[in-house]
């Protein structure tokens, strides 16, 4: 199996697209190779992240009559910084017109473990073979395609920024605990006993928060978060509290879209 890692940087994101071509993939699929038989690759990407993908061109499931094609992806951490990652995986056909594709949960924390993405039962191997001109070139090779969006670590310049920064920093982060009840926040995360209340459309700046809250139900106040450190999270909420030209930095107010500016906020953020 071979692997094509490209790579496009929308700061603070690393978007690695991989494609794999799995040649003779319809070889795999006839007896006597059997369920659970696999087609492994390894690849690396930027930022100390490497992973595995494994492709079962018929299942991994002996409890079932038909064959599903299905894919294990793992990827691991090298360093202990803090990583967040999420994974989509598509399969596309030749003319571009029809894809076949599944998106993963909301960002995982990768530190120094292995990760797991598992797609069984990703689409059924026998409409692959049917649709042989639409998903499979004239030698059987199958592409797959990856989608690995990577949250990097903060560089030096931002944690300069941020040292510069902590005076803000730090008054946000007693504002977001909200003990006097001035702020009216309307969304609150919940990582194990921790919980951190935020506004919506401030948080909406930072990529990662955007992804949750669009996976999330929009009636729904509390948002539950299993695979996050707390105080990770509680960084990504100021930061995106610092980017945001919906609050002043200087009279710490959210203010509520097509309200007068206050302070200065105008000249100095952009409100």
């Given at each position: 199996?071979?692997?094509?890692?490209?790579?496009?940087?929308?700061?603070?994101?690393?978007?690695?697209?991989?494609?794999?071509?799995?040649?003779?993939?319809?070889?795999?699929?006839?007896?006597?190779?059997?369920?659970?038989?696999?087609?492994?690759?390894?690849?690396?990407?930027?930022?100390?992240?490497?992973?595995?993908?494994?492709?079962?061109?018929?299942?991994?499931?002996?409890?079932?009559?038909?064959?599903?094609?299905?894919?294990?992806t793992s990827v691991r951490s090298k360093t202990d910084s803090d990583i967040y990652a999420k994974l989509d995986v598509s399969?596309?056909?030749?003319?571009?017109?029809?894809?076949?594709?599944?998106?993963?949960?909301?960002?995982?924390?990768?530190?120094?473990?292995?990760?797991?993405?598992?797609?069984?039962?990703?689409?059924?191997?026998?409409?692959?073979?049917?649709?042989?001109?639409?998903?499979?070139?004239?030698?059987?090779?199958?592409?797959?395609?990856?989608?690995?969006?990577?949250?990097?670590?903060?560089?030096?310049?931002?944690?300069?920024?941020?040292?510069?920064?902590?005076?803000?920093?730090?008054?946000?982060?007693?504002?977001?605990?909200?003990?006097?009840?001035?702020?009216?926040?309307?969304?609150?995360?919940?990582?194990?006993?921790?919980?951190?209340?935020?506004?919506?459309?401030?948080?909406?700046?930072?990529?990662?928060?955007?992804?949750?809250?669009?996976?999330?139900?929009?009636?729904?106040?509390?948002?539950?978060?299993?695979?996050?450190?707390p105080e990770s999270f509680a960084n990504l909420i100021i930061d995106s509290y610092i980017q945001s030209n919906l609050f002043c930095k200087k009279c710490f107010i959210y203010r509520v879209k097509g309200t007068p500016?206050?302070?200065?906020?105008?000249?100095?953020?952009?409100?």
């Open positions: 199996m071979s692997v094509k890692v490209t790579q496009s940087i929308q700061k603070p994101l690393l978007i690695n697209n991989i494609e794999f071509a799995v040649e003779t993939f319809s070889f795999f699929c006839l007896h006597p190779k059997s369920r659970h038989y696999c087609i492994q690759s390894d690849f690396e990407i930027q930022g100390g992240i490497e992973g595995t993908i494994r492709v079962y061109p018929r299942g991994t499931d002996d409890d079932i009559f038909e064959n599903w094609l299905s894919i294990v399969l596309r056909s030749f003319d571009g017109l029809e894809t076949i594709e599944k998106l993963s949960p909301d960002y995982r924390l990768l530190h120094s473990r292995e990760e797991v993405w598992d797609m069984s039962k990703f689409t059924s191997t026998e409409s692959v073979l049917q649709q042989w001109e639409k998903f499979l070139d004239s030698c059987g090779t199958l592409k797959l395609n990856l989608t690995l969006t990577v949250h990097l670590d903060r560089s030096a310049n931002t944690w300069i920024s941020s040292i510069c920064n902590q005076p803000i920093r730090s008054r946000l982060r007693q504002m977001l605990r909200n003990k006097s009840g001035e702020q009216h926040f309307d969304v609150m995360f919940t990582i194990g006993k921790w919980h951190f209340e935020a506004h919506r459309r401030v948080i909406k700046c930072n990529p990662i928060l955007r992804s949750i809250l669009q996976r999330s139900d929009p009636q729904s106040r509390l948002i539950d978060l299993p695979n996050f450190r500016p206050c302070c200065d906020a105008k000249t100095k953020y952009g409100c």
